[in-house]
């Protein structure tokens, strides 16, 4: 056997979702695997509970942890039902128990004691954590060959733990100094080998004091107050791309003067750009001319944001994909460099009747240097699994460019934001168009009041409004969000709509893409 060269056992990171779901498939080729938004959700929620084996750069194993109370852990539970479906959005920084919900292994590497390390690191973090222990569902591989002559589960464990049968899972973890507290029944459908149940393990942290500060209860991951601006943005006849490029620079030197980390553009703002020619166009060879400015359009914003020091949403534009289709993509341009598309899943009834608009087919949440974020298109934002979606991969602020032809038609986006915000218990912060534009077919009118909204609890604004614009007027609306708010507010807020949904009930299953 070759000998190997290095071994490292480290925090998960974003690189790492590929190698980490081809592992999965090598480990547990009939139990399905994570998405990669399941993933991404993971490690946005609680970075420090997931780790890999790394053996000579390869992720060879990997591990994934989150924070719950006492109840929830010692409680029955189901594996969906702990976990958030796979999420991870059950964590929870002010809990009581380390709950592992998975410990994979590729099958090329079993005989390196890499589980046996994984479990030592999720001990270590336990005990940094000052938490109380460490619980988990475990498997039965053992059981389903047995279950004919042994009959239940409860007669399978006592077998077991008797030393009269072996199963290579539960005799592993009882060496790991894990002890046996019940059977959790219908834990996992796919886990067929164990019967669908698992078997209820616990391990007591003896260095847990209850006068110890715990390190989680305050976790330091970046700035805990975000500074957004909003841009309500007057479309207006120009006469050049450089002037439209002058508009929108100085809307972003202006925020940035403020110290703003973000700042979005309404949805279709740069049809103006139509305007340069000023010729008749039908509805759908104006949407493919627009379209010709996008590598412009993405020069232009990425360059700003670099130079700028600010995240920018900028706002959507009509794109020709490779296979023809015509998609309303946003793009979000970091101020390290990083670019972003999140295409409209929703086109509106007139999109597609004027511009024969299609719609996109994933939705992604977005690590940034300031917190994890979404973006939903217009009326992407009227349909509330969407955002639930998001929130699972980890999203605290949801940015909605809009752009909306009257009154109806706005407050139907704004209504709907706040609604979003409540839900979740997020920051919501809308961009809408005002102004006329001539002789452009469903984009000539609009209406807009763009805000920055918040969930409606004593931590945030009055009326669930941080600031908002005066209707139908050119102009930028400012505002400090924080985050830590947001986490008190849904681990003790008057209510805790995040926390309180019935995952043994209803989820949202999301059988798109998973974004790239």
């Given at each position: 056997m070759a000998r190997d060269r290095s071994l490292s056992i480290r925090?998960?990171?974003?690189?790492?979702?590929?190698?980490?779901?081809?592992?999965m498939k090598k480990a547990y080729p009939n139990m399905g695997g994570?998405?990669?938004?399941?993933?991404?959700g993971q490690l946005n929620h609680f970075p420090e509970g997931h780790m890999v084996a790394e053996l000579d750069g390869h992720v060879a194993g990997y591990s994934a942890s989150i924070i719950v109370t006492a109840d929830e852990a010692l409680r029955p539970h189901t594996w969906s039902e702990i976990t958030?479906?796979?999420?991870?959005?059950?964590?929870?920084?002010?809990?009581d128990y380390l709950y592992g919900y998975e410990v994979a292994v590729d099958p090329a590497f079993r005989q390196r004691r890499l589980a046996e390390r994984l479990y030592a690191a999720r001990r270590?973090?336990?005990?940094?954590?000052?938490?109380?222990?460490?619980?988990?569902?475990?498997?039965?591989?053992?059981?389903?060959r047995r279950a004919r002559k042994l009959g239940d589960h409860a007669a399978y464990c006592r077998e077991v733990m008797e030393g009269r049968l072996r199963d290579p899972v539960m005799n592993f973890q009882l060496r790991q100094g894990f002890e046996f507290i019940g059977l959790l029944p219908n834990y996992l459908k796919s886990d067929v080998d164990s019967g669908c149940a698992a078997t209820h393990m616990r391990w007591r942290n003896p260095q847990e004091r209850s006068d110890v500060v715990r390190a989680h209860s305050a976790p330091d991951r970046g700035p805990s107050t975000?500074?957004?601006?909003?841009?309500?943005?007057?479309?207006?006849?120009?006469?050049?791309?450089?002037?439209?490029?002058d508009i929108v620079r100085y809307f972003v030197d202006t925020v940035a003067d403020y110290k703003c980390d973000f700042v979005v553009f309404p949805e279709y703002f740069a049809l103006q750009l139509l305007s340069i020619e000023n010729t008749p166009q039908k509805p759908r060879e104006a949407a493919l001319k627009l379209a010709e400015y996008n590598d412009r359009l993405e020069t232009l914003f990425h360059d700003m944001a670099l130079r700028y020091n600010v995240n920018i949403i900028g706002g959507s534009h009509p794109a020709v994909q490779a296979d023809g289709r015509l998609l309303n993509l946003a793009h979000v341009f970091l101020r390290d460099g990083s670019v972003y598309e999140q295409p409209k899943i929703h086109p509106t009834p007139s999109e597609r009747y004027w511009w024969q608009v299609e719609g996109g087919d994933y939705v992604r949440a977005i690590q940034t240097d300031c917190g994890t974020i979404g973006v939903l298109v217009c009326y992407d934002s009227e349909f509330p699994e969407l955002t639930r979606h998001l929130v699972d991969q980890g999203a605290d602020i949801l940015f909605v460019p809009y752009s909306t032809e009257e009154r109806n038609g706005?407050?139907?986006?704004?209504?709907?934001?706040?609604?979003?915000a409540v839900e979740n218990q997020i920051y919501v912060v809308t961009s809408g168009n005002t102004g006329n534009l001539p002789r452009h077919h469903n984009m000539d009118i609009h209406y807009a009041q763009s805000a920055i909204i918040t969930p409606c609890d004593?931590?945030?604004?009055?009326?669930?409004?941080?600031?908002?614009?005066?209707?139908?007027?050119?102009?930028?609306?400012?505002?400090?969000?924080?985050?830590?708010?947001l986490a008190t507010a849904r681990a003790h807020g008057t209510v805790q709509n995040l926390k309180d949904r019935r995952h043994e009930l209803y989820a949202v299953q999301?059988?798109?893409?998973?974004?790239?």
């Open positions: 925090m998960a990171t974003h690189a790492d979702i590929p190698a980490i779901r081809r592992l994570y998405s990669r938004d399941q993933l991404r958030g479906n796979g999420f991870g959005s059950t964590h929870d920084p002010d809990g270590k973090l336990c005990v940094a954590m000052g938490l109380e222990g460490i619980v988990f569902g475990g498997r039965m591989p053992g059981f389903a975000v500074r957004v601006a909003t841009v309500q943005y007057l479309q207006r006849a120009i006469n050049s791309f450089e002037e439209f490029a706005h407050l139907r986006v704004r209504y709907c934001a706040h609604a979003r004593f931590p945030f604004g009055r009326d669930g409004v941080a600031a908002d614009t005066t209707p139908n007027v050119e102009m930028i609306a400012f505002a400090d969000l924080d985050l830590a708010a999301w059988r798109g893409k998973s974004a790239p």
